[in-house]
């Protein structure tokens, strides 16, 4: 169980924004042709917002069990806390394609392709981000009280000098009062 902890932890900052990248860049490549199609036989933003859906819930099973290393499936827990990002993702790339068709009348699909990507690269920064700082910082622990787990925290998830949370290399001291545990 410790070597497996170990394993989980060698997956630095580096290393895992290049799985995130080719992980969650491809997927959001096949996305980024599949919303046209889907275009087509819906309006845009219904189609986006279906491709998002999809692409979300295996962008997260992707970062659980190879980007951040838990060695485990994303689960419930993680799956409905990575939904934040995911609409976050969804306006930032709505906004941008509203922006577009508000400046040029008639953009071209190259022009909205590049638009579409250019959107979803920064959303997909800031997916990162919140993926590795809050939904996957707990390696592959998931205790089901709704944090990250026991274990990194914002601080051990980027580096020691990233972020202000505590690190705690111990679980904290279960108190205990004339034979009673007390809830900690």
Known sequence: METQHAQERQVGPVASFVRFVVCGGGIGILSSAA?????????????????????????????????????????????????????AAYLV??????????????????????????????????????LRLFVFAGGGEDDGSGGGGEGRGARGALGASAGTTAVRPFPAPRREAAGLRLAH
């Not at 099973?61 to 995911?86: D, M, N, V, Y």
């Not at 508000?102 to 579409?116: F, H, S």
């Open 35 to 87: 919303v046209p199609l889907l275009a087509g036989l819906m309006p845009w933003v219904a189609a986006n917002a279906v491709i998002t859906v999809v692409s979300t819930l295996l962008c997260t099973e992707l970062h659980a069990l190879f980007t951040f290393g838990t060695g485990r499936r994303a689960g419930l827990r993680r799956h409905l806390q990575s939904t934040g990002s995911a609409a």
């Open 93 to 130: 790339t709505c906004s941008a394609m509203l922006l577009l068709h508000t400046v040029a009348a008639a953009p071209g699909p190259l022009c909205e392709q590049a638009v579409y990507l250019a959107a979803s690269g920064l959303a997909g920064l800031g997916r990162f981000l919140v």
